[in-house]
């Protein structure tokens, strides 16, 4: 078992998109590096979390707010919220699904990993390993990590920082047994209980039989001794990444600027990449809601006529579309949905002709739609109506429904723009072909 133990979570979400980001703007720049802010838990007002200017200044955890203000001015100061960090933990998940499975939630902020089932994949702990810590560097979170011979040793040795990756049974059982049983998922009143007859150590308790403990405490502290020794089973409830895509993200300031959005949402079009990646699945039509402070929701819809999956297409797609947006009022959170999907289209060319161009013709239809609006850009249909005016009728162009090509009807030569009205001929021609018939549509007359 490996296990990750995150203990900035909600401050590591916040400050995700300016570390994922280090290219300059007229976006504010790295807050993390320039403000103090500190993460309070609102029941008993005191810091869980905290950046480096803030420790810097001399807050610390578990100090009350009112020290931490009187020693930091500046501090900025955000409410502990537990979805925020469980929404993060599930995309941590997502993201590391693509290399290995049997992946377990510990909220609000741990994750479980069964190593067992990869090492024949990957030959041996260490490369394993080693393809994990790459993975998760991407995601800009700080971690501290151990293996264990069960979760509950594991996520011991993982929360006391020991950041260490060892197969064998024997040293990890040691390692364990040195640490205090304050370190352990027992019980304050249970703790205390033991220290009272004299049990200070892991290794003091673990000196115990079974039977013994059983007789003079209760059953959950066998059973707790038992799931930490690997002896009783330890039964985890394993993930299995969602069938739809819905992110929300919490941005760090109110923006006002419309432009000033195409940073944080880079960062939700990338986990609908990862999201589409995993399923070999393309999204044609894209949500995005911004909330607005005091003034409700604003939707705004992203196409895609081909359909894409590209975290960097949609961004292209989606800065156009924005371009023509105003806010009613400064923006502090974005909701990014997935509204239509479909499995992965082949698109077949020509072996000799090959792909002539930059981009195909639904591409072309992306870009315009997202510059000028979805029901501004029509292509043509052929009819069977003889009239030249009802010829063809226009329609709105999509990745489901390819132009119809009606081959019974005869190619005749005519223009490719006539006017609503016909106008006068004001100088001398020549017919070269012609003239043509042309009927009434006596036809369509309702007697």
Known sequence: MVIFALPDLQLDTLFAGHREESDTSSEPTSEEETLAVAIVDGRKHEVVQANAC?????????????????????????????????????DIAQWLYMITSDICLCPPNGLLIKVTNMLSLYEGIGNYWAALQAHLKHLNVQAYYSTGVSPYSAMLMAKQGRNWIESDRKALNDAVARYSLT?????????????????????????????????RFDIDLVNYVGRLTGQF?????????????????????????IDWLQKPLRRLLNQLEVFLKLRDKVAFELSLILHQRDHGDKSVSFHSAQGDY???????????????????????????????????????HDLFSGIKGSQTALELISTLQAKLGQNNVTSLTLT??????????????????????????PHKLRPSLLYSTPLALEQKITVALGPERIVSGWWMVTL
């Open 54 to 90: 803030a420790l810097e200044q001399g807050v610390t955890l578990g100090m009350g707010l009112g020290s931490a203000a009187a020693l930091c001015q500046d501090l900025q100061v955000h409410p502990y919220d537990n979805d925020v960090e469980t929404r993060r933990l599930h």
């Open 183 to 215: 370190c352990s998922e027992l019980p304050n009143k249970q703790v205390e209980k033991l220290q009272r007859v004299g049990i200070q150590t892991i290794a003091d308790l673990l000196a115990l039989p079974l039977p013994d403990i059983a007789k």
């Open 233 to 257: 089973k330890h039964p985890v409830d394993f993930y299995h990444p969602p069938e739809h895509f819905c992110q929300y993200l919490e941005l760090l300031f109110d923006i006002e600027n």
């Open 310 to 348: 590209l975290a960097e297409k949609w961004q292209a797609l989606s800065a156009l579309t924005l371009e023509s947006i105003k806010l009613d009022g400064p923006v502090n959170g974005l909701t990014l949905e997935i509204v239509r999907a479909d499995e992965v289209q082949v698109n077949e």
């Open 384 to 409: 069977d109506d003889p009239r030249p005016e009802f010829a063809t009728q226009p329609r709105v162009p999509t990745a489901n429904e390819k132009p119809e090509v009606n081959t019974h009807l």
